[in-house]
């Protein structure tokens, strides 16, 4: 079982930066792909970037591209989202995933994730 906690979100303003952090307390985190999505009210999870377990690859959902970076520290334990350049659009609840093998953008594969954090961009 992978236990993941996420924490870093907030209140900022459009423009702004906020960096996101997901930690995953034991052994086996650096074997596993992680992932970040988000959720707004109403709607479906949405994809927003992806890692593979050495932090050689990773993927983005192109409203993103260019504002955000994914990236991890195995030996912490943990992979961050550093968000740049924050959108009112932005606003969700930013939820970290976790898979042995599977970085894609469909939230069904992933096996373990996170409770959440808050992330509202004024404008």
């Known amino acids: 079982q992978v236990q993941l906690v996420e924490s870093g979100g907030g209140l900022v303003q459009a423009g702004g930066s906020l960096r996101l952090s997901c930690a995953a307390p034991?052994?086996?985190?650096?074997?596993?792909?992680m992932a970040w999505f988000l959720q707004v009210p109403g709607k479906e999870r949405e994809f927003v970037a992806a890692i593979s377990w050495r932090g050689t690859r990773t993927y983005y959902t192109d409203s993103v591209k260019g504002r955000f970076t994914i990236s991890r520290d195995n030996a912490r334990n943990t992979v961050y989202l550093q968000m740049n350049s924050l959108k009112s659009e932005d606003t969700a609840v930013y939820y970290c995933?976790?898979?042995?093998?599977?970085?894609?953008?469909?939230?069904?594969?992933?096996?373990?994730w996170g409770l959440g954090t808050q992330v509202t961009v004024s404008s």
């Open positions: 995933a976790a898979d042995p093998s599977y970085t894609g953008s469909s939230p069904d594969p992933y096996d373990h």
């Open positions: 034991g052994s086996t985190f650096s074997t596993y792909c």
